[in-house]
């Protein structure tokens, strides 16, 4: 059954708490005003029960997380994993409120899962399961409620099934999830946005800095959605992509990997160690500690450890996934003067793509690519400067000065709706 009425539990991802103390401290945020932000709204788990291809039944739990929806309806992506607890769940959605409030949008966070590995179900039962998924979920859903989008182990087609079923409760609601097919009101542009946005902020960085892009020498680990259009777009700015890896292992070239070549393997289906080339082949890891001068990690949560960040010789970390640099790694970073852009402001082009999606799907109305992605490059490079500006003043890192601007502008938006 529906359990919508849990407790409030704190996020327990201890990193992402103690940031937010540490920016409520240097802000004096009210203490009753934190007490609500260190907990979630609400917490729905649900039973997915499916009857599988062979006829056993299998049962399923899928969770919703909504941690504040103070600045507007709760947005985060729809996680199929078997680890995505409701633990893991609780710290992915609290790191939505940071991100989407940074990014100035008019949202909260939230964060979704189903505890699955989808490797093992076919596309009957994956379908019949996000069907019921939706189904189960829809009270606590809607597009001025709370709108999910594709994650770990979902896509766009996940994203139609779920948008047919809930509209066949609800009535035609496209604007109830992103991330969708555009024959369905997917926005184009937005496959592409959070790498997009990556190339952005980090072509904002480098003009403060003074860096030229074109000739850099950039080492990315995971070749996936992110990984794969952060290699394309920076391949655009001629700067030479010398690494890259995927969960088969790596490669390596000094003098630049063939981004077409690369791409045309990857697209179809192929390993980053499948090209033609005659690059050095890594080992997976190895990607984050090869000669370069920019690294992104693109992959994993928790991949720069302190151990990593030690060996780390990149001048600069970009952090496409979410949580890649542990604290300790991060603190070696500091210490060896190696800053770090954090995944709030880096990897916030996904989640500002879904509002253009969602403010054509209400506005019925479609952007051209072109459109969306020079709105994006405007709000990233925005977020940057303001990010880059209160950490100069405040004599912080980039990590913290964005969550001191994301957690000031919800704390505010708490107390003004009168929460406390
Ligand atoms: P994806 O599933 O498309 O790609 C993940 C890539 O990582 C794949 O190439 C996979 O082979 C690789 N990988 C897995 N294990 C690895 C390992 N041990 N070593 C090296 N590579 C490994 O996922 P994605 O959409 O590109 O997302 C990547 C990360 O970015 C995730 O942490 C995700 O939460 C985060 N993120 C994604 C988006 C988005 O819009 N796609 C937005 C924000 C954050």
Redesign the pocket.
């Known amino acids: 059954m529906p359990n919508t009425h849990a407790p409030p539990h704190a996020p327990a991802d201890s990193a992402i708490q103690s940031l937010v103390d540490q920016a409520a401290r240097t802000l004096n945020i009210r203490d009753d005003t934190v007490a609500v932000l260190r907990s979630n709204y609400r917490e729905t788990s649900v039973q997915i029960p499916v009857r599988r291809d062979d006829g056993s039944m299998v049962v399923a739990h899928g969770h919703r997380v909504q941690h504040n929806g103070a600045r507007g309806p709760y947005k985060g ?1 729809l996680r199929y994993h078997p680890d995505a607890d409701l633990t893991e769940v609780r710290a992915l959605a609290s790191l939505m409120t940071w991100k989407t409030s940074l990014l100035n949008l008019p949202f909260g966070g939230a964060k979704g899962s189903l505890q699955i590995d989808p490797a093992q179900f076919s596309r009957r039962e994956l379908e019949a399961l996000t069907r019921r998924l939706a189904i189960s979920l829809s009270h606590v859903l809607g597009t001025h409620r709370d709108i999910p989008a ?3 182990g979902t896509d766009a087609r996940t994203m139609a099934w779920f948008m047919d079923a809930y509209s066949s409760r609800r009535g035609y609601s496209p604007a109830v999830v992103t991330g969708k097919p555009i024959e369905l009101g997917g926005a184009p542009g937005r496959t592409a ?2 790498g997009r946005g990556l190339a952005y902020v980090l072509g904002a960085f480098a003009q403060r800095e003074g860096w030229d892009l074109a000739g850099r020498r950039i080492a990315i ?8 259009w952060v290699a394309r777009e920076l391949h655009l700015l001629g700067a030479h992509i010398v690494a890259v ?4 292992g ?1 490669i390596h070239s000094s003098r630049g990997i063939d981004v077409a070549e690369l791409l045309r393997t990857t697209s179809s289906g192929g ?2 160690t499948d090209t033609d080339s005659l690059d050095d082949r890594i080992a ?2 190895d ?1 984050l500690t090869v000669d370069c001068d920019i690294l992104v990690p ?4 928790g ?1 720069v450890t302190a151990d990593v960040a030690a060996r780390v010789q990149a001048e600069l970390v970009v952090e ?5 640099v542990t604290p300790d790694g991060d603190e070696v970073l500091r210490e060896r003067g190696i800053p770090v852009i954090p ?1 709030i402001l880096a ?5 500002t793509g879904s509002y253009f999606e969602w403010t054509q799907n209400i506005q019925q109305f479609t952007w051209s690519e072109q459109q969306f992605s020079e709105t994006l490059r405007e709000r990233m490079t925005a977020a940057f400067a303001q990010v880059a500006e209160v950490a100069e003043t405040r004599g912080v890192t980039l990590r913290e000065a964005a969550y001191l601007i994301a957690l000031g502008r919800v704390a505010h938006t708490v107390e003004l709706r009168g929460y406390v």
């Open positions: 992506g594709p994650d770990v946005a959070t680990q995971g070749f996936g959605n992110v990984g794969s890896s995927d969960a088969f790596g390993s980053v997976s890891g990607v693109a992959a994993l949560g991949s496409g996934a979410n949580h890649p995944d990897n916030g082009g996904g989640v």
